[in-house]
């Protein structure tokens, strides 16, 4: 007969077994039990570490919505001051264009009255002296030039400094009288290229457009009449020997032209009432290319130290 107990298996074990499970269960259970809490430790100790990161992110994120609050502010001054730098442009770019047309007027007004002054000029140099030169012979047997000259100091320093091929060039230089505004010399002590030995070289340049009559010179030194026409590139050039004959005792050597006749060819500039001279057309230059009419006052000499 087989026995009812075998169902059940532990009913066979003995008392000391069934302690013995007994006993590994609760060591079980108090293992899975510390095994609890060194988790929960352990989340308690990362919920902490979290809250203190946390906290810390908060602080920052305060600091960015000041610095953000601080940059919008920024933003709006400087769109302000955009408007401000807008309107102030705007009104600069009104003032501008007032004194652009300003100095239009100015510009017109001032070519009107150059040619007021040289007309003057003219009336002023022909009242009460009958004898007016029209360039093309005398009128009452006066005959009268114009005499541009330039004084170059220190001649003696400069023929022993300054090489050949190098030159030294005067001031711009003018005669309102003849409707000159820009009158140059360059003087090349001790030649230019070409020159004979021990000479001196003049080169003169005057207006584009401009044909004169003229002698240069070089203290007693002169060239013959010479004609000729200025086109804006270079100059009439003339190698004068000896030139250090020519010195003088304050170590100074003039250096000039003397204007016989004078054409340009700008529209021509009637005489003053007082020359009574009619105007005189160029043979070397287009009808409306007349001499200009000068007076007996034109042995005036203009003077330029250098």
């Known amino acids: 007969m087989a026995c009812p107990l075998r169902r059940y298996p532990y009913r066979d074990r003995t008392p000391s077994d069934r302690l013995l499970d007994i006993v590994q269960l609760r060591s079980d259970l108090l293992d899975k039990r510390e095994s609890d809490l060194k988790s929960r430790y352990e989340l308690i100790d990362e919920n902490t570490s979290l809250r203190r990161y946390n906290k810390i992110l908060e602080d920052e994120v305060d600091e960015l919505e000041a ?9 709006r001054t400087a769109l302000a ?11 600069l770019n009104d003032e501008v264009d007032t004194l652009r047309k300003t100095v239009t ?3 017109d007004s001032n070519t009107g009255l150059r040619h007021e002054n040289r007309r003057l000029r003219y009336a002023v140099d022909c009242v009460g002296k009958p ?6 012979g005398p009128v009452g047997g006066g005959v009268y ?3 541009i000259q330039w004084r170059v100091t220190g001649m003696t320093r400069k023929l022993r400094s300054i090489p050949m091929y190098s030159a030294i060039t005067s001031p711009i230089l003018s005669s309102a009288r003849l409707g000159l505004f820009k009158v140059e010399f360059d003087f090349y002590p001790n030649g230019a290229a070409g020159a004979p030995p021990r000479a001196c070289t003049v080169v003169f340049r005057c207006d584009k457009g401009v044909t004169l009559k003229f002698q240069l010179f070089v203290g007693s030194k002169r060239t013959i009449p010479i ?8 100059g009439y050039r003339h190698d004068f020997k000896k030139v250090r004959d020519e010195v003088e005792l304050d170590d100074t050597l003039l250096v000039g032209v003397d204007i016989l006749e004078c054409c340009t060819w700008a529209s021509p500039i009637c005489p003053p009432a007082a020359c009574a001279l009619p105007p005189t057309t160029c043979a070397l230059a287009p009808p409306y290319c ?3 009419p000068r007076s007996c006052a034109l042995g005036r000499k203009y003077l330029t130290d250098l």
């Open 145 to 147: 030039v114009e005499t």
């Open 105 to 107: 007027d100015l510009s």
């Open 227 to 234: 004609e000729y026409t200025f086109t804006g590139y270079g």
């Open 290 to 292: 007349t001499y200009r």
């Open 81 to 91: 001051l955009e408007d401000q730098a807008t309107s102030s442009a705007r009104k």
């Open 67 to 75: 610095e953000n609050s601080r940059l919008a502010n920024r933003f």
């Open 131 to 136: 004898l007016c030169w029209s360039g093309i």
